[in-house]
């Protein structure tokens, strides 16, 4: 937002639209509101199994009323490239339940997968279709979503663009916190097909990769990368004006380019575990400290090396890297049970290595920073205590309740931690000032302070909370440096802690030994200096990575 030189509107959904704070706030910024059909999913009557039809012909389909206007002038017949099957329900209300247009999912099946309804035959029985072709499930209960029209979003987008702004979309039609990208949605293929027919204009669809670290704690940090832009090619309009099959390759076409350009600003891994071990081995193939762009090109040079060593092994890595692996997460359990980052392993490196006279100086600098840190938490105290204290128990509370309801409620959440930190920020902004308000009102009622004194302490306490968090911050800074001096101090951790230095020099060699051997066989991501990280997703678009039979994704 802060270097688009045009105004931003960004893509809401309409269930967040609703909410104060979230939608005034959306409001205020030129959001536009999206109905999102899984906001409306409601568990079916019965219970259905999802059967393939044998032979079964492609349906003749309703195309969405994606453009401008409404009525069934803006119909247009177009055919599927969907897969069709029969659902056979038991004790189910097909006929007052659901109607053609409508999705549903299998709630014991996989509810990631959407069935689209073509036609209802009966209360027991109806035809639905899907992209995916080997489905089957025996019986199960279902959700279905009623059919949403877009045609005053479309209607909005369009206006928006044509007067000049830009649009802001998350394609993958909601948050996640998976460690890749779901499938995007076909709506921005739409929104460029449709502003070129219109208006010829052919609107630049720019990636934007948001890469975050501790995104659910305050003071987390996240890269963020702008990528190539995409087109659409002016040529595929015939095409798309056909509707169809024609219009159906042409948009999955864009999507295509679209998905590997977002691939290219971003670090992506089969799972979880995998993406922890890709960090801990881009520290420790290089030493020094790397500018945001190497670290960003280095993770993602090991996350795409890591996917095509599973390629080439069909899912099972060589000996050496399982070692590699086994060692590289007994590394990383012994950091996070000590409590320190791998930066400070090279700051023991360097206690060990010491002169008498850095001894010394070491014994007179602890004091100082123990020193430090004291005054940092006294000058902290006070405000933490009073004005942020109350507000952050409070926030954890609801943020971890709301994120429980997230979860619940969503197909593609792991954890559900993407929701936590912006609970957190909107109670928060609720909370704060009325608290503030609250003390006021005891200065008020339970003070003999005249008006002037109590006005001076109410206009004072966004200046002692803003204090108390940014002393706070720079507290826990404090204590983590000194984390590995405290360790120090005990017999058990000592031993361990001046043992991590040299596990990490060994681990550094033999990873860079191992890298060395398998680099040559990786191709562009090991010999090439710089990469086209777009065009190298787009070469490798049709590759399968394959799980590794040694990593358990998170669930």
């Not at 920073?369 to 409070?394: H, K, Y």
């Not at 990490?504 to 040559?520: H, N, V, W, Y």
């Amino acid at each position: 937002m802060a270097t688009c030189q045009r105004t931003i509107s960004y893509l809401i959904a309409a269930k967040s639209w609703s909410r104060r704070i979230i939608g005034d706030l959306a409001w205020a910024i030129g959001a536009v509101p999206v109905k999102r059909s899984q906001d409306s999913a409601k568990l079916g009557s019965g219970s259905i199994s999802i059967v393939k039809q044998p032979g079964s012909l492609d349906h003749i389909d309703e195309a969405s009323n994606y453009a401008e206007g409404s009525g069934e002038d803006q119909k247009k017949k177009e055919l599927s490239n969907s897969h069709t099957f029969n659902a056979v329900g038991t004790n189910t209300i097909f006929l007052s339940e659901i109607t053609i247009g409508d999705k549903i999912r299998c709630v014991d099946y996989n509810e990631s997968i959407e069935f689209k309804v073509v036609e209802i035959c009966s209360d027991k029985s109806m035809i639905i279709e899907s992209p995916d072709s080997d489905i089957s499930s025996s019986l199960t209960t279902f959700k279905f979503m009623k059919r949403t029209d877009q045609t005053e979003v479309y209607a909005s987008v369009l206006s928006k663009l044509l007067s000049g702004g830009t649009i802001g979309i998350f394609p993958e039609g909601g948050s996640h916190d998976r460690t890749d990208l779901l499938p995007l949605k076909v709506g921005i293929a739409h929104i460029a097909y449709a502003v070129m027919e219109k208006h010829g204009l052919n609107v630049p669809i720019v990636p934007v990769g948001l890469n975050y670290y501790n995104a659910h704690r305050f003071r987390g940090r996240v890269i963020v990368e702008f990528g190539k832009p995409t087109f659409i090619d002016p040529k595929t309009m015939a095409d798309y004006q056909k509707g169809g099959d024609d219009r159906w390759k042409v948009c999955n076409e864009v999507l295509g380019r679209v998905t590997d350009n977002m691939r290219g600003v971003i670090v992506s891994a089969p799972d979880y575990e995998s993406l922890q071990i890709i960090h801990t081995a881009r520290r420790l193939y290089r030493s020094g400290i790397p500018t945001s762009f190497e670290k960003q090109d280095l993770s993602r040079r090991f996350a795409e090396g890591y996917k095509k060593l599973l390629l080439m092994t069909d899912g099972n890595p060589p000996k050496e890297w399982l070692d590699l692996q086994d060692r590289i997460k007994s590394y990383q359990k012994d950091l996070k049970e000590l409590g320190i980052g791998d930066h400070q392993v090279l700051g023991v490196v360097s206690v060990q290595n010491e002169s008498y006279g850095d001894t010394v100086l070491r014994a007179l600098r602890l004091p100082y920073r123990m020193a430090e840190l004291l005054l940092l938490v006294l000058v902290s105290l006070i405000p933490a205590l009073f004005l942020n204290l109350p507000v952050g128990l409070i926030a954890r509370l609801y943020a971890n309740k709301r994120r429980k309801a997230a979860l619940a409620n969503s197909t593609v959440k792991v954890k559900g931690m993407d929701v936590l930190l912006s609970e957190k920020v909107m109670l928060c902004i609720v909370l704060v000032p009325s608290l503030w308000i609250a003390y006021g009102l005891a200065l008020c009622f339970f003070t003999n302070l005249d008006g002037s004194a109590i006005a001076l302490a109410i206009s004072s306490m966004p200046l002692f909370s803003y204090t108390g968090v940014v002393t706070a911050a720079a507290g826990m800074v404090e204590f983590k440096d000194l984390k590995p001096f405290f360790h120090q101090l005990y017999p058990s951790t000592r031993i361990r802690l001046l043992s991590l230095p040299k596990v990490r020099e060994e681990l550094q060699k033999d990873l860079q030994k191992f890298i060395r051997m398998i680099g040559p066989s990786l191709g562009d991501v090991y010999t090439e200096k710089q990469l086209d990280w777009a065009q190298f997703q787009r070469n490798s678009r049709n590759a399968t990575i394959p799980q590794s039979n040694n990593t358990k994704k998170e669930e």
